[in-house]
């Protein structure tokens, strides 16, 4: 492991850039030891980072940037109790391959599976569920290296408060090093996905929820156009799209075709509204079944820059109402569809559901537009209801809003303060959201 210098680093869309004093890749838990050893010694701040999807500033690195490509070992799989330690870097893609051949899977996912392990958990990824919550929920330990540059190990058992706060904790109390995962037996999905317009869907979405497994639709701004997706698990055998069609739909269309269609609407934003109208209608219904982690997850090709809020429950339908009506008050020209999910309360501290049935609603724009308009807008009448920003997608709120939304904020704050009173694991997004 030979450190290197004056490399930059960027994320996945572009918006956070670093260039960090030097770059390590650890390849065991004792070297991520190491290296926050010698960052204390040198006065450097450390930070691992991920595959970059965040959009925040969460892993910008000014001192000592660790790489996860070294952190990819599958350490044990147990079939009998699902319960399967890897390595904090491994990928999800990976991961869910591993998982399979073992015949198990995660219960629930969010729709990307190319972060790390660790970057997914530490930003509280999570998908669409009733019943089945993110991947906080999913874990039964963790191992990490604290700033002192020891290696502990906590779960629900051994260290619960540092368990309950270092799930979805954002590297600030530790380098995560692996993590023991709690799966489920392998299971088919049967994805039903229906256009329906916006009045049936808003209507109906409490039904949709209660009949549904994984439920959640995108709407398509200046439209009356929504694509619902409902995912339930079936007996199988699986039957899933063929090749061509994936392709034609998920590839060529979601991808290829989307990505002009966004360089069509940066040129000319007048025309989104018209162009909009045509993807809404030209969605069709298909229904198909596949291995779970195949039907959660999408390819996704066209970058963009994203912000999500949970909000309770509740509060979605008339906070969706509203921001119908943020759009005809004011010029957006927005050719991204809004997304809502829905999920089960979460226990982890800084879980965006922490104590709360939550539903998620996440706005997108092409990564060359401007966003800050949209996202202002949007944010201010999500915060309105007792919103919580995802910590991996752009917001503005800091630590004097986030503690008024988090009741065991001021807990992590303590224990931050106890772990890593020199924050040697800050950096500007982190003073941002828990304070200097």
């Known amino acids: 492991m030979s450190p290197v210098t004056h490399q930059t680093w960027q994320n996945w869309a572009g918006n956070q850039q670093a260039a960090p004093q030097r770059i390590a890749t650890p390849r065991s838990t004792g070297e991520v030891a190491d290296q926050v050893r010698a960052?204390?010694?040198?006065?450097?701040?450390?930070?691992?980072?991920?595959?970059?999807?965040?959009?925040?500033?969460a892993a910008?690195?000014?001192?000592v940037l660790l790489r996860p490509e070294g952190l990819t070992a599958v350490r044990s799989?147990?079939?009998?109790?699902?319960?399967?330690?890897?390595?904090?870097?491994?990928?999800?893609?990976?991961?869910?391959?591993?998982?399979?051949?073992?015949?198990?899977?995660?219960?629930?996912?969010?729709?990307?599976?190319?972060?790390?392990?660790?970057?997914?958990?530490?930003?509280?990824?999570?998908?669409?569920?009733r019943d089945a919550a993110g991947l906080a929920?999913?874990?039964?330990?963790?191992?990490?290296?604290?700033?002192?540059?020891?290696?502990?190990?906590?779960?629900?058992?051994?260290?619960?408060?540092?368990?309950?706060?270092?799930?979805?904790?954002?590297?600030?109390?530790?380098?995560?090093?692996?993590?023991?995962?709690?799966?489920?037996?392998?299971?088919?999905?049967?994805?039903?996905?229906?256009?329906?317009?916006?009045?049936?869907?808003?209507?109906?979405?409490?039904?949709?929820?209660?009949?549904?497994?994984?439920?959640?639709f995108y709407w398509f701004p200046h439209t009356?156009?929504?694509?619902?997706?409902r995912n339930n698990r079936v007996p199988g055998p699986a039957e899933p799209l063929s090749r061509f069609k994936h392709w034609l739909d998920d590839e060529f269309l979601s991808n290829s075709v989307f990505g002009l269609i966004n360089q069509a609407t940066h040129r000319a934003p007048a025309i989104t509204p018209r162009v909009n109208g045509v993807s809404a209608k030209v969605l069709g219904a298909r229904t198909y079944s596949d291995t779970s982690y195949k039907v959660f997850t999408s390819p996704r090709t066209v970058r963009f820059k994203e912000q999500e809020y949970a909000i309770p429950r509740e509060a979605l339908v008339p906070a969706l109402r509203e921001l119908r009506a943020l759009?005809?008050?004011?010029?957006?020209?927005?050719?991204?569809?809004?997304?809502?999910?829905?999920?089960?309360?979460?226990?982890?501290?800084?879980?965006?559901?922490?104590?709360?049935?939550?539903?998620?609603?996440?706005?997108?724009?092409?990564?060359?537009?401007?966003?800050?308009?949209?996202?202002?807008?949007v944010e201010e009448l999500l915060t309105s209801v007792g919103g919580r920003p995802h910590w991996g997608k752009m917001h503005t709120r800091d630590a004097s809003y986030l503690e008024t939304v988090y009741p065991r904020f001021g807990d992590f704050q303590a224990l931050r303060d106890e772990l890593d009173p020199e924050r040697r694991?800050?950096?500007?997004?982190?003073?941002?959201?828990?304070g200097a």
């Open 327 to 377: 759009f005809d008050k004011n010029d957006w020209k927005i050719s991204f569809p809004i997304e809502v999910r829905l999920l089960p309360e979460e226990d982890a501290w800084l879980s965006m559901a922490h104590g709360r049935r939550s539903a998620f609603i996440a706005v997108h724009v092409f990564h060359k537009d401007p966003h800050q308009e949209y996202f202002e807008g």
């Open 137 to 216: 929920s999913q874990v039964a330990a963790l191992e990490l290296v604290l700033a002192d540059g020891s290696a502990v190990t906590c779960s629900p058992d051994e260290r619960p408060e540092l368990f309950d706060a270092a799930r979805a904790g954002l590297g600030a109390l530790g380098v995560v090093t692996a993590i023991t995962w709690k799966t489920v037996p392998s299971f088919i999905l049967r994805a039903q996905e229906e256009p329906m317009k916006w009045d049936q869907v808003l209507a109906r979405i409490d039904e949709f929820d209660a009949a549904n497994e994984h439920f959640e």
């Open 77 to 129: 799989v147990d079939t009998a109790t699902g319960l399967v330690t890897v390595e904090a870097g491994l990928p999800l893609h990976r991961f869910n391959r591993v998982l399979d051949e073992h015949g198990l899977a995660l219960a629930n996912m969010g729709d990307i599976q190319e972060q790390t392990v660790a970057g997914a958990l530490q930003t509280a990824t999570h998908g669409t569920g």
């Open 425 to 434: 694991f800050a950096n500007p997004y982190t003073t941002q959201v828990f």
């Open 224 to 229: 009356e156009g929504c694509l619902t997706k």
């Open 39 to 57: 960052a204390a010694g040198d006065g450097l701040t450390v930070r691992m980072i991920g595959t970059g999807h965040s959009f925040t500033g």
């Open 60 to 63: 910008v690195a000014e001192g």
